[in-house]
């Protein structure tokens, strides 16, 4: 009886370090995009909320509730990333055709971001992530590049 608790225990143990290292796994596979780039901006362990419209534009998120999150955002010369455990949510080139329809700071240590998801159709796979984030207001001035309102 013994043995079999401290089995179970030692086996569950091993999978949350496994799925641990798989969640930092992903978040340093995101931060290898911005090699070479001077960071202009960063905020690491921010708390994300993602709202997603659509699961083939975020295949590892659920369209039907707000998925709680922890990554990291930078802010390069030509590029927006988002990264959490979950992988590259949004890398956005300055030079694209995609942007951000919205990015805002409604309160103090809140920056929400919204917009649709790069090469999906009008109408589809739209996002909004809520970000906790010191600075809020200095990030969405910052961000004013990316945005360009949704046309009526």
Do not use: C
Not at 2 to 17: C, E, K
Not at 24 to 34: D, Y
Not at 76 to 100: C, I, K, N
Request: proline share 5%; glycine share 10%; no cysteine.
């Amino acid at each position: 009886m013994r043995d079999g608790l401290l089995a179970v225990v030692v086996g569950f143990t091993v999978l949350l370090s496994l799925r641990r290292a798989a969640q930092w796994w992903a978040r340093q596979a995101g931060r290898r995009r911005l090699r070479g780039a001077t960071v202009l901006r960063a905020a690491y362990g921010v708390r994300v909320g993602a709202l997603v419209q659509d699961k083939r534009a975020f295949p590892r998120l659920n369209p039907k509730r707000r998925t709680r999150l922890t990554g990291d955002l930078f802010l390069t010369q030509d590029r927006l990333l988002l990264v959490t455990q979950r992988g590259v949510l949004l890398d956005l080139p300055r030079s694209s055709a995609e942007h951000l329809t919205g990015a805002r700071a409604p309160g103090p240590g809140r920056l929400v971001l919204e917009g649709r998801a790069p090469g999906q159709a009008e109408g589809l796979g739209l996002f909004r992530f809520e970000l906790s984030i010191d600075e809020s207001a200095a990030w969405a001035a910052a961000l004013t590049d990316f945005v360009q309102p949704a046309s009526a």
